[in-house]
C-alpha cells in the first residue's frame, strides 16, 4: 500500500515521482518525470492536467492517477475524486481496483462514508493485493457513520491474517475496537501481535501503554468522545463550543490511517459513573451523543 508523504513547499517528494510506470514509454515518462520535478509542489495540478489531455487514454490514465495522488496529498479530496474517476474509466480492468481503492479514501477524506463504502466495498472482496487496506478504510467508514460494531465485523476476521504494512493500524483499531466495545480479551490479543510483529511502529508505542494501564490496579480512567470527524476544522469547532459549555479539558486528537479521523474527546474521568454524568451534561449542552472508551 502506498502512503502518501507530506508535499514540501518546492517538489514533490521521491515516491510521487515514482508512481509513474515504465511502461509509459520514454518520451511520456521523461514529460511526467519533467513536470513532477521541475514544477514547484503548489503549482502542479494545471501542468499535470495539461499532460494528461496531451497523451492517448492508456497513458493519460497514469497522469490522472498521479494528479489524483497528488490532489489528496494536499488535502483537495473532491479533485482527487475527480481525477481517479478519470484514471479508472481509461485503466486496464487488472488496475481498476487500484482507482477504486483511491476514491473510496478521498471520499473518507470528504467525510462521507456512503460513499466511500460504494468505493470500497468491491476492492475490498475482489482484490487480493488490496483486499487488508481496503478492509481497513472500509472499516473506518463504518466508524464514520458511527457504526463501530460494523466496522469491528469487518476487522476482525484479519486477526490472524497476513497483514503487510497495513499490520500495525489494522491491529490497532481491532484493539481499540474490542475494548470499546466490551471484548477486552480479544484487544489484548490484537495489540499483543502489535508489539510482536510491529514493535517499531508508533501504534505499538500506544499499544504498550494501553496495556501497561490495563494491569494497574485501580486504573480504570475512561474518556468520554462526543464526536468524529475527517474534517479537522469541524473537530476543533465541536471542541471549541465544549469548551464554552464548561468542557475545559476537551480535545482534538488524531487516530487512524489511511484517512485521519479527528475525535474530539470531552476529558478523562476516574471511571464509567462520571463519565456517563459528563456525557449526559454533554448531549443536554451540545445536541450530542457520546461513547466512553478507556482511556489512552
Do not use: C
Request: zero cysteines; glycine letters at 8%; charged letters at 25%.
Amino acid at each position: 500500500m502506498l502512503r502518501v508523504m507530506p508535499l514540501g513547499s518546492r517538489a514533490l517528494p521521491i515516491g510521487m515521482v515514482l508512481l509513474a510506470p515504465l511502461w509509459l514509454g520514454a518520451a511520456p515518462l521523461a514529460q511526467l518525470d519533467s513536470v513532477l520535478t521541475d514544477t514547484p509542489a503548489d503549482s502542479l495540478a494545471q501542468p499535470l492536467r495539461r499532460l494528461e489531455g496531451r497523451l492517448d487514454p492508456v497513458r493519460s490514465a497514469e497522469v490522472a492517477m498521479t494528479l489524483g495522488r497528488y490532489h489528496f496529498a494536499r488535502g483537495e479530496y473532491r479533485d482527487a475524486v475527480a481525477a481517479f474517476a478519470r484514471g479508472s474509466a481509461r485503466l486496464e480492468p487488472s488496475r481498476k481496483p487500484e482507482a477504486r481503492y483511491w476514491i473510496g479514501l478521498s471520499w473518507l477524506g470528504l467525510g462521507d462514508p456512503a460513499q466511500a463504502r460504494a468505493a470500497l466495498e468491491d476492492v475490498a472482496k475482489t482484490s487480493e493485493d488490496l483486499r487488508v487496506p481496503a478492509t481497513l478504510a472500509l472499516a473506518q467508514a463504518w466508524e464514520l457513520a458511527r457504526r463501530p460494531e460494523r466496522a469491528l465485523e469487518l476487522l476482525a476476521p484479519l486477526a490472524e491474517a497476513p497483514l503487510g504494512e497495513a499490520g500495525p493500524a489494522v491491529l490497532e483499531r481491532l484493539g481499540a475496537l474490542d475494548e470499546r466495545l466490551g471484548r477486552p480479551d480479544l484487544g489484548r490479543k490484537a495489540r499483543a501481535r502489535l508489539l510482536e510483529e510491529y514493535p517499531r511502529s508508533t501504534e505499538a508505542a500506544a499499544a504498550r501503554l494501553a496495556l501497561a494501564s490495563a494491569e494497574k490496579p485501580g486504573a480504570g480512567a475512561v474518556a468520554v468522545v462526543i464526536g468524529s470527524f475527517v474534517d479537522a476544522g469541524r473537530a476543533r469547532s465541536l471542541a471549541s463550543e465544549a469548551r464554552r459549555a464548561g468542557f475545559p479539558a476537551a480535545e482534538v486528537i488524531e487516530r487512524g490511517s489511511p484517512a485521519i479521523l479527528h475525535v474530539v474527546r470531552l476529558g478523562v474521568y476516574a471511571n464509567t459513573r462520571q463519565a456517563r454524568t459528563a456525557g449526559d451534561q454533554a448531549a443536554r449542552a451540545l445536541g450530542v451523543t457520546y461513547e466512553i472508551e478507556r482511556a489512552r
